[in-house]
C-alpha cells in the first residue's frame, strides 16, 4: 500500500521560512517523479514544484521559483520543500504527488497523493 505522508506545515509570518518533508513508503522511490501542489481555500489544486526520479531536473511555477526549493533523498524515500520569504498568498495545504517516471505540472499525471499539510502565512 502506497502511503505518502506530509509533515512540517504551520502558522508562520510573511518573509519567514517553513521546510515542509513527504515521507513516501510502499512504492520504488527513486522511480517515481515528486511534486508539490497546493490548494487555497476555495480555489483549485496548483502546481508548485517537481522534481524527477533523478534529481536532475526540477521544473518550478513562477509564483514560487527563487523562494522555494524542492529536494529528494532517495535513501530516505523524503521529498522536502524548503519554502523562504514566505508571502500570505502561499497560504494552502500543500500536497505531495508521486508520478511513475516522467511528470510535468498536470495532477492528473500523479499517481499517488498525500493527505497534505496546511500552511498559513499571516502578514
Known amino acids: 500500500q502506497v502511503q505518502l505522508v506530509e509533515s512540517g506545515g504551520g502558522l508562520v509570518q510573511a518573509g519567514g521560512s517553513l521546510r515542509l518533508s513527504c515521507a513516501a513508503s510502499?512504492?520504488?522511490?527513486?522511480?517515481?517523479?515528486m511534486g508539490w501542489f497546493r490548494q487555497a481555500l476555495g480555489k483549485e489544486r496548483e502546481f508548485v514544484v517537481s522534481?524527477?526520479?533523478?534529481?536532475?531536473?526540477?521544473n518550478y511555477a513562477s509564483s514560487v521559483k527563487g523562494r522555494f526549493t524542492i529536494s529528494r533523498d532517495n535513501a530516505k524515500n523524503t521529498v522536502y520543500l524548503q519554502m523562504n520569504s514566505l508571502k500570505p498568498e502561499d497560504t494552502a495545504t500543500y500536497y505531495c504527488?508521486?508520478?511513475?517516471?516522467?511528470?510535468?505540472?498536470?495532477?492528473?499525471?500523479?499517481?499517488?497523493w498525500g493527505q497534505g499539510t496546511q500552511v498559513t502565512v499571516s502578514s
Open positions: 510502499g512504492l520504488t522511490f527513486s522511480r517515481y517523479t
Open positions: 522534481i524527477n526520479w533523478s534529481a536532475g531536473t526540477t
Open positions: 504527488a508521486a508520478a511513475f517516471g516522467l511528470a510535468g505540472s498536470k495532477s492528473r499525471a500523479y499517481d499517488y
